[in-house]
């Protein structure tokens, strides 16, 4: 499955309390790991028979491509003043995803 998602230019303005619980919710769960083996909750790969697994090895399972031409992320104290402001002109994400649960992940921007 391929995806191609282009956004016009995106302007967020966040908060003090939203990108605070964004910060407390990847440290609670986006950067955690278990340690355990890859394919433990992959789905189809554990399904797969043994033999077939080796001629999967590389084969390409997803693609999502991302483009914006112009990202703008504020952030505001709780009394609405300024605090910082990132600009990113010709952002791009590609991450492809692997039958054998190997990613890549590709992000730039100009």
């Known amino acids: 499955m391929n995806m191609r998602i282009k956004f016009q230019a995106v302007y967020f303005v966040l908060p003090q309390f939203v990108y605070t619980y964004i910060l ?3 440290d609670l769960n986006l950067g ?3 340690c355990l083996k890859e394919e ?3 789905q189809k790969w554990t399904t797969i028979n ?3 697994k080796t001629y999967l090895v590389d084969v390409v399972s997803q693609v999502l491509l991302i483009t914006i031409p112009n990202f703008s992320l504020t952030l505001k104290h709780s009394d609405g003043s300024f605090i910082a402001k990132l600009l ?3 952002f791009s994400l590609e991450q492809t995803r692997y039958w054998d ?3 890549q992940m590709a ?4």
């Open 107 to 110: 992000i730039g921007c100009n």
């Open 40 to 42: 433990f909750f992959f």
């Open 101 to 103: 649960t190997k990613n």
């Open 24 to 26: 407390r919710a990847n």
């Open 88 to 90: 990113l002109q010709g």
């Open 50 to 52: 043994d033999h077939y």
């Open 32 to 34: 955690f790991t278990d």
